[in-house]
């Protein structure tokens, strides 16, 4: 776990008075910079950008410490509110606020360097590199624990019990372009980079291993490849990835550039294309063995259902690699819930509780991508009761969960007829339908 915590200032004979707000020893307030302090996510990012912020001054106007409106009292030193004050950094706490998988990501591909430049950092210390490999001794860190819920990090970072050495290989440095930082950083992907090295670098060379491999990987980009994919020769993270590979690949990538440079494509366009190949090969890296859905029912309507969804959202090859099982789950609300925030409730329940006791159904956490939960509700109106559902969905890797309603219709009198008197939905339907 992670605890950033600020330390509580002492007051001083300076701190009696200020142009804002006066330093008092009386006042109390919380010392944290974010409300919570054991979770590592981008929440400070978001409390700098959506609080409102007094600052407290010295009675020389001297800037001390800046203090949150709200109740809980956050503080901030100046240079955290400094980030507000230009255009650039601005612009990068927007991004980072909105987008927990790029500061993931972003943060993975700096923390990487820092062990490449041999700084010991957090226990991880990095020792004299060979050739192909650079070899990393990773020390137990105190407090670090097991836990339940699946996490993501960095490629570079592997938590043990007890000292740990691998091989991290240089040449992965031709992953860290621009397009790649934006694919999710797995479990699968780091155990891929991490212990499987060889065998990645393998794939990488074989891109280019036979003259008809090399006119397509240089001539032309992966039918794959994301529309709004790009590659610049001109951003620095771009180039570095250009020159690692060059290194890397010298029988390939460095040896056939004079043929397609500038006879078939541009630089810019052999560099691109090529990545857009290595794009391809980094998101099926990062895709593990198997990658399951988990609906909180045994109802073979919603599991079909979420089946449909799937199979519209994603191309057929991709939609092929879900596995979708079923599995009872509490909703921990009312057998038939009333009104949209009942029903909600209820989605979302199933669609925790499916994750959080994936186990029971012997499915390794690590392999699960989503889990769903599908809540049907009635509400009564002037006309009589409506019927519509609430569906949640847990994306594991962002651990975010996202909800959505249906349309409503409203139903026949039989049924409301039923409702009235405490009949759950589906066993009205049944009854007045002899099913």
């Avoid at 956050?74 to 927990?100: A, F, G, H, M, R």
């Avoid at 991490?194 to 065998?199: E, L, Q, S």
Wanted: aromatic share 12%; with cysteine.
């Amino acid at each position: 776990s992670i605890l950033i915590e600020k330390k509580r200032r002492e007051p001083t004979a300076e701190d009696t008075s200020g142009s804002n707000r006066k330093y008092d020893a009386s006042l109390e307030f919380n010392t944290s910079w974010i409300s919570d302090t054991l979770r590592f996510d981008n929440s400070y990012f978001k409390e700098l950008l959506n609080r409102q912020w007094e600052k407290v001054n010295d009675r020389r106007g001297n800037d001390l410490f800046y203090i949150s409106k709200d109740e809980d009292g956050l503080v901030l030193e100046p240079d955290d509110i400094s980030l507000l004050n230009t255009k650039e950094t601005l612009y990068w706490v927007k991004v980072y606020s909105q987008d927990k998988a790029r500061f993931f990501q972003d943060f993975a591909f700096f923390f990487t360097k820092l062990q490449e430049d041999n700084l010991d950092h957090g226990g991880i210390q990095s020792e004299k590199s060979s050739q192909n490999a650079r070899k990393l001794t990773v020390k137990s860190l105190s407090g670090t624990g097991s836990s339940s819920r699946k996490e993501t990090i960095p490629v570079s970072t592997v938590r043990s019990k007890s000292p740990e050495t691998f091989y991290f290989a240089e040449e992965l440095k031709l992953f860290t372009f621009r397009a790649a930082l934006k694919v999710h950083v797995t479990r699968t992907w780091s155990d891929n980079s991490i212990r499987n090295a060889d065998a990645v670098l393998a794939k990488v060379q074989k891109l280019t291993a036979t003259p008809k491999s090399r006119a397509v990987v240089f001539r032309e980009r992966n039918p794959l490849t994301p529309p709004d994919y790009e590659f610049d020769l001109h951003d620095v993270i771009d180039r570095e990835a250009a020159v690692a590979v060059t290194r890397f690949d010298k029988s390939g990538v460095s040896k056939y550039k004079p043929q397609y440079v500038p006879k078939y494509v541009s630089e810019e366009e052999y560099f691109a294309n090529y990545f857009s190949h290595i794009l391809a090969l980094r998101v099926s890296l990062g895709v593990p063995s198997r990658r399951i859905v988990l609906i909180g029912s045994k109802n073979p309507v919603k599991i079909n259902a979420t089946k449909l969804a799937f199979q519209h959202s994603y191309p057929e090859a991709e939609f092929k690699s879900f596995e979708f099982i079923g599995m009872r789950a509490p909703s921990l609300v009312a057998d038939q819930p009333v009104g949209d925030e009942e029903t909600k409730r209820g989605a979302i329940n199933r669609a925790k509780y499916c994750y959080q006791n994936c186990i029971k159904l012997d499915v390794d956490p690590n392999h699960v991508v989503y889990t769903l939960g599908l809540e049907g509700g009635i509400k009564d109106t002037d006309k009589g009761y409506e019927c519509f559902a609430w569906i949640s969905v847990y994306d594991v890797t962002s651990d975010e969960i996202n909800s959505c309603r249906t349309a409503s219709f409203e139903l026949p009198q039989g049924l409301t007829r039923l409702l009235k008197t405490g009949v759950e939905l589906g066993t009205a339907d049944d009854m007045l339908y002899k099913r």
